[in-house]
């Protein structure tokens, strides 16, 4: 059984809120009977404040109260779905500021590098406009004379696994056209 999280502070709510023996209650947090006692004596966590079990999902009222009824019955805790993380939303990537001056540079590679990669691409993975790297295209950027390409995974705009994901992308539509083509 996994046991409640901060097993010491939920024993302290358990023994001050509930009317549980100190075998359901040692069962439940994972320690010994002779420790729940001393926290109830008051002489270990003493400056220790209860922690609820119920408020924050580890168990029920229903449950407490079906192990009080019962001195023989043992807290089952609330099983949990464990939550995958969501998926980063879609929408425009937010740079911090101090790293803005750098996109220019990493358009600019980009662009020499991978000159095949479509602007929409290169939104998405920079975190751009297309009017951005048009000007950086057409070198009529306000900064033009300062912009030296650098990779954009060394600059921290990207991870190198989605620049990756970006070329194969596009690979793979090069080569599905060049069979087209064949055919």
């Known amino acids: 059984m996994n ?39 008051g002489e270990v966590a003493q400056g220790i404040i209860g922690y609820d079990p119920i408020t924050n999902g580890q168990l029920t009222r229903e449950e407490i ?25 879609k929408g425009g990537r937010y740079t911090p500021v101090s790293k803005r001056s750098d996109r220019p540079d990493a358009i600019a590679w ?24 048009a000007k950086v295209r057409d070198k009529t950027h306000w900064n033009s004379a300062n912009i030296k390409p650098r990779d954009p995974v060394i600059l921290g705009l990207c991870t190198q696994s989605e620049l990756n994901a970006a070329v194969g992308m596009l690979a793979a539509v090069e080569a599905q056209a060049a069979e087209g083509a064949a055919a």
């Open 110 to 133: 980009l662009l020499r590098n991978f000159p095949q990669v479509p602007e929409a691409t290169i939104v998405k993975l920079l975190g751009t406009t297309k009017e951005t790297i």
């Open 65 to 89: 109260q079906r192990c009080e009824a019962d001195g023989e019955a043992r807290l089952q805790m609330v099983r949990q779905v464990s939550h995958l993380p969501k998926s980063k939303a």
């Open 3 to 41: 046991q409640p999280l901060m097993p010491k502070a939920t024993a302290v709510w358990l023994i001050d809120k509930t009317a549980l023996t100190f075998d359901q209650i040692a069962e439940f947090v994972g320690m010994h009977p002779l420790e729940i006692q001393a926290i109830a004596d």
